[in-house]
Structures are given as C-alpha cells and as structure tokens.
C-alpha cells in the first residue's frame, strides 16, 4: 500500500512540473542507473565460450575468405563480416563517416614480368643466346627467389660452392673481385661428407649470401639439385606470383623511391638445362659429377669466368590500392573518465592466395594467424554487450580496432596511430592479440596448453603487469609466460606485431601469444587444428584484463626507462 501512494505522488510532481516546462519526461529520469561494478563485469566472463570462438572462425578462415590478403577481395570481405557483427551487437561504429570502416590507401609494385636474356661474351663482343620469360603465362630458364627490383646485367663467375674456410685452407672466392658479376654457385654446402668436415657448419647459406653481396656482386644463381621436370613445376608454383601486389607501404609515407626492404640485387634459381650450358658440359647429370669432383679435392678449386653473361630485366608498375580497419565502440558509463580509452586489437589480414602445398592446397587461411585473435575479440565485444544490456559497462571507453595490413609491415596499426579515432594521450593501454588458437613445440613437449607468452606489461609499465596478473587469477588461470618479455630477445617480439605502433607512443601495452608452429603462413594454419578450450581461457583473461584497466582508478603509466630509451628513434 505504502508503496501504491508513494507512486501516485510522484505521478502527481511529475504532472505539474510536466505542465510547468521546468523538468524532465517521466520516461527519462525512470531510466535505470548504470553500474560500474567491477564484479559484476567480471561475471560476464561465461559469455566467452569455444562453442562462440568456434562459430566464427569457421566462416573467418574459410576458403571464401581466399586468406583475407590486405586490399584484396577476400579480405575486404571479411571487413564486411566483422562490420556486421558489430552491427548485429548494436556496438556503435566510429570509424569514417559514421562507418565501421577507417580506409586509408596503400600504395604497392605489382610484377608483370621477368625477362632474362644469356649472352655469350667475346672480349668486347656481346652475342644473344637465349631469352626467357617468366610471367602468369609462361617459365623461364631461371627462377626468382627474391630480390631482382632492378635492371641487372653482367658476367657470371662459376664459384664452387661460394664460400671460404681460411681455416681449412678453403677459398672459393679467391682473387676475384665480385663487383657487378652474377656469382654461380651450387645451391647446398657440403659441410660434412662421410663424417670429415669439409666446411665450418657455422658458414651457412646466409653467411654466403652476406659474403658475396657485401663485396657488390650484381646476383647470385644456385644450381639446385632439382631435375628438369622438378625444377618446371617449381617455376610454374611461382607463376601465380605475377599480377600480385608486393612492397606495400602507406601512400602518405611514400617519398617515391623504392622501399627500404626491397633487395635490388638477383637471387635466381638456374635450371639445370641452363647450368649444364653455361658450364659447357655435357647433360644435366654432368652437373652432380662436377659438384663431386669439386668435393673430392675442395680445397683446390678456385672461381672461374664463364664466357656468358646474365640480362635480368623486370617490367613492375606502381599501383595504389584501398584497404580498412574495422572499428567499433563501447562506452564508458564514469563521467570523471568519459575521454579516456582502452584499445584492444587484433590484424585481421593473411597472406592471401599463394605456392600450393604438397596438397595442392593454395589457400592460406590463418585460422590461428590471426583468424584467432580476431574471434577473440569479437567473443570480448559480445561478453560487453551482455553486460551493458545488463546495465553494466566499464568506466572508461573500449575501442575494438580490427587492423588490416599487419602482414605487409604493421600498416593498419600505424595508419591508427598516426589518425586515432580517439587522442594517443587519451588511450590508457592497448591490449593486442595474435595467435592464441594454437600452442608451440616447446609447450607440446612438456603438455602445457594453458599459457600465452605475455609480451610488454612491465616491459613498459609495472602498473600494466599487475593488473593483468590480477586479472589472469580471477578468470582464466593460464600461464603468464613472460619468455619473450626482453628488449634484448634476438625476436624482438615486442616490436613485431601491432602493439608496437601504441608502444612507440608511449601507450602501455600486453601482446597475448601463443607462440608460432609449423603451419605458421602455411595453407595448413587451418580451423580443425585450433584448440578451442584453451584458447577461450586466455580469452577470458584478455577480457578480465581489459576490465581490470578499464575500471582501473589511476591508468597504468609507463615507468622502464629503458624502454623510453628505445622507443625515442622510433617515432
């Protein structure tokens, strides 16, 4: 009854100050207060579930997603998949133009051809001997491994196997000066033959590679130990890498000239048709006969010219292409902390459409790179929603940032932090994942699943790693491996993946990984080989984490001084 009178009075105050034009409509001061509650949030941890991770990689690492290629068909398809989730969760977008998508422009070099061109050399004289061309619609006599951007014309030097061992008194490079020739070589080093050590182990095929192009050789041709019909399947297998973009890089930082990562010199593959003519010998099979008769006595060989010389001349055109990031926003319910931001991201691109497996498989779906990191979050967004739903949000904002271009140099992350849909100094922390899905041959042999190596935390904020750590007992209870957490690991992983473009900035970072395994950017990184259940306890402390900092009273502030260091020329 009490209660019976106490609403008819207030249906009466509302009435007249309704009629007075003073307050507010009955409907919006009813509305019900939003809880910060950190328990609360934290409930919404069962929303994380493999049946939910599950769903969506399936239709993510599909093959109709043709391996989510940045700027290409199947990865602006699966842009539009994460938009509609978002869309579907009534998340707001926040992204260009009230979208879900942040574009920006890449500009990249697209290969149409290769011609080579063998001439016989005669004193001065030049004479044509052979042309080949390598393209989408035909082989040539010679294969690209890499490099090869630029015109390349000289002698070839016939080297043995390419490398010295002053200690063993080898010298296959003896006396000849390297400059502008084609070095010839045969591709695999012999180091041990019948147990006798015949080259230093340590004087790799990289250790060649180094010693003959610091000396300015204009490229390298391996004779492999492919036969004829081996070594035109293999240049077939390369075909499709014609038409392709290469060397993407942003177009707002392209000063015109050739990206710094491009190798300009020849790194070839020479048929063994090719070899057998240059060498002047008999037949292919002449070719094992003199890489033995090199063997027998190895210490006496030294390089010799041939009387050919190699024309390498590639016909590239620069294109420009358009890719996106994919955003979407939770909001804060603390007015005190309304302009500040938690970014949680992921890349969402692969390698595309590539060299066939053994099956003939030449779809590279990257279910665990990084359709995992991808699902993940979008299984964080949807535990979010619930809670909100519930009338129960974070303090602070939650940005879910989906890059692109990860797998051509960090692109998506850098063209963010360089266009922040929310101010750098306002962004509390960012939380990024790639490759949760799987585990690593280290933690398979001792049968540990549930782990994830944590990369920065303390590495650039103490206050970052205590939350996390907070987080991780109250929810998914993995292993926090901080095996990799080193500015000096020789993987430098804490710079490898999108976290670094926050982390150069001065926005404390964690990277959640899990390690790479032998489908890393193979056709094989496929959705049956994830393991679900592990990979939603290192979700769930992912989301616990994102909460602890979210509802944090003070942000987690950056404090090793080393890592300031560090990060001072990266900018």
């Known amino acids: 009854m009490r209660r019976i009178i106490l609403l008819a009075a207030a249906g009466f105050f509302w009435t007249v100050a309704g009629c007075s034009g003073t307050g507010q409509s009955a409907q919006q001061e009813a509305q019900p207060s939003i809880s910060t509650d950190t328990e609360r949030l934290l409930e919404y941890q069962d929303e994380i579930t493999a049946d939910f991770l599950r769903q969506h990689l399936t239709v993510f690492a599909a093959d109709s997603m043709e391996g989510r290629e940045t700027a290409m ?31 920006f422009q890449v500009n990249a070099t697209q290969s149409d051809s290769i011609v080579f061109e063998t001439f016989a050399i005669d004193g001065d004289k030049r004479r044509p001997v052979n042309r080949s061309v390598s393209s989408k619609n035909s082989t040539a006599d010679f294969i690209r491994a890499f490099g090869g951007t630029d015109s390349l014309s000289g002698p070839i030097v016939f080297a043995g196997f390419g490398v010295n061992d002053p200690s063993r008194g080898l010298r296959h490079l003896k006396g000849m000066d390297l400059q502008g020739k084609w070095i010839m070589v045969f591709q695999d080093i012999p180091h041990v033959i019948d147990g006798d050590t015949l080259i230093d182990p340590s004087i790799d095929a990289r250790t060649r590679f180094s010693g003959i192009f610091s000396q300015g050789a204009e490229g390298m041709l391996l004779i492999s130990d492919m036969g004829g019909e081996e070594f035109q399947s293999s ?27 491009e190798f300009s010199s020849g790194y070839n593959v020479v048929s063994p048709e090719m070899a057998t003519r240059l060498l002047r010998l008999d037949n292919p099979t002449s070719l094992a006969e003199l890489r033995d008769k090199i063997i027998q006595n190895i210490t006496d060989f030294t390089p010799r010219f041939l009387d050919y010389g190699l024309s390498q001349i590639p016909y590239d055109r620069e294109i420009s292409l358009d890719t996106e990031n994919v955003l979407a926003f939770l909001k804060g319910a603390d007015p005190q902390l309304k302009d500040e931001v938690v970014v949680v991201t992921s890349h969402y691109d692969h390698v595309g459409i590539g060299q066939p497996d053994s099956t003939g498989d030449r779809i590279y779906n990257g279910a665990d790179d990084d359709g995992s990191g991808t699902v993940a979050m979008l299984n964080m967004a949807h535990a979010f929603r619930e809670a909100a739903q519930n009338g129960i949000s974070p303090r602070r904002n939650i940005l879910f940032l989906h890059v692109t271009g990860e797998e051509k140099g960090l692109l998506g992350s850098r063209y963010y932090s360089d266009h922040p849909s929310y101010p750098i100094e306002k962004t509390v ?63 430098q992983f804490y710079r490898r ?23 890393y950017h193979r056709p094989s990184d496929e959705v049956h080989k994830i393991r679900f259940e592990k990979m939603a306890k290192i979700v769930r402390t992912m989301y616990a984490s994102a909460v602890m900092i979210a509802n944090a009273d003070e942000a987690p502030t950056v404090d090793n001084q080393e890592f300031i260091e560090i990060t001072k020329t990266d900018l």
């Open 73 to 103: 068909p199947g990865q602006k398809k699966a842009a539009r998949y994460l938009a509609n989730q978002y869309r579907e969760m009534d998340l707001p977008p926040t992204g260009d133009t009230n979208s879900y998508y942040q574009k």
């Open 235 to 261: 240049a077939a297998q390369m075909q499709s890498d014609f038409g392709k973009p290469t060397n993407m890089r942003l177009a707002y930082h392209d000063d015109g000239s050739a990206p710094s990562e």
């Open 429 to 491: 922390a960012n939380l990024n994942t790639d490759m949760i899905g799987r585990i690593d041959e280290e933690h398979e042999e001792k049968g540990i699943e549930e782990y994830a190596y944590i990369i920065g935390s303390e590495l650039i904020s103490s206050d970052l790693d205590s939350l996390i750590k907070a987080a991780n007992r109250r929810s998914g209870q993995i292993e926090l491996n901080k095996k990799y957490n080193d500015l000096q690991d020789p993987n």
């Open 497 to 519: 993946s999108d976290h670094w473009n926050f982390g150069r900035l001065g926005v404390p970072f964690a990277f959640f990984f899990t390690g790479v395994h032998e489908d």
